[in-house]
């Protein structure tokens, strides 16, 4: 537990977050038209970047679609997208959530933890949420941008939001649709099962990852998280909710967004 210094942990905190971020690299993919959801992938066994091996947790060692590497959440798989994209178009869409850059919103927000160069093992990294520390506000607004109809809109604290502020086009409509329907299919078959809400509709994505401590990651400090989204279905311009939960240094076991945030988001939603 945290003292009760004052600190706004949304927006003054940073964090390497995990799986959350295989939704940008799909969505980039998709975005780009490097992937769609015929787009099949080979996990049969590790990947090799340079002379780091990329393995997958819930490993498959088949050859997954599209949906599956995001179901099955494949370190493997977002790895071969993000290399497949490079370094410029991958920072190009990072730019556009945000996750580059200080959360626009009213208040004190922490800078993110930026990668420092952009090659091959950095994407691999990074396609899975690592090498990366950023604000859960910061996570909201690309979340946002993401299931809105693919248009980032700052956050704001105001009510119809900060005047003046026009919201910008990050992926298209389709690819918003597109991301909304695969959020949905996790939930219903994949790693957010905890998460659904009866006749809500929730989408979302898990995100685990190990905390640094002393240099090396060490699975007894972990983030578990869990992103959502409802309802999923409807036109683009369907009125949704968003739900982020990050739990920090979960007490329990297993410490996975699956088990520890999820099925909060359920019960918030509900």
């Keep these: 537990s945290y003292p009760l210094n004052g600190t706004n942990h949304a927006t003054a905190s940073v964090y390497e977050m995990g799986s959350v971020f295989k939704t940008f690299t799909i969505a980039a993919a998709i975005d780009t038209g490097r992937a769609d959801m015929n787009t099949m992938i080979d996990a049969s066994k590790a990947f090799m970047v340079g002379n780091r091996a990329i393995k997958d947790f819930h490993a498959t060692n088949r050859v997954l679609s599209l949906e599956e590497v995001y179901l099955h959440s494949s370190n493997i798989g977002t790895t071969q997208l993000a290399i497949g994209m490079g370094g410029d178009t991958m920072r190009d869409y990072f730019t556009r959530f945000g996750l580059l850059s200080r959360a626009p919103i009213e208040l004190q927000t922490a800078m993110p933890i930026r990668p420092r160069d952009w090659s091959n093992t950095t994407l691999a990294s990074l396609s899975f949420g690592y090498g990366i520390s950023i604000t859960p506000a910061q996570m909201s607004a690309a979340m946002g941008a993401l299931t ?22 990050v992926v298209s409509e389709q690819t918003s649709m597109t991301m909304l329907d695969l959020m949905r299919r996790n939930v219903v078959n994949g790693s957010g099962t905890r998460a659904d809400a009866p006749g809500l509709r929730v989408g979302g994505k898990t995100g685990s990852a190990n905390k640094l401590v002393n240099g090396r990651y060490d699975p007894s400090h972990a983030v578990g998280t869990f992103a959502a989204v409802f309802p999923t279905d409807g036109p683009v311009g369907t009125r949704r909710y968003s739900i982020l939960i990050l739990m920090d240094e979960p007490q329990t076991y297993p410490r996975t967004g699956g088990f520890v945030a999820a099925p909060a988001v359920g019960r918030i939603a509900a």
């Design 148 to 169: 809105n109809g693919g248009r980032y809109v700052p956050l704001s604290l105001r009510k119809g939001g900060a005047p003046g502020v026009e919201a910008r086009r």
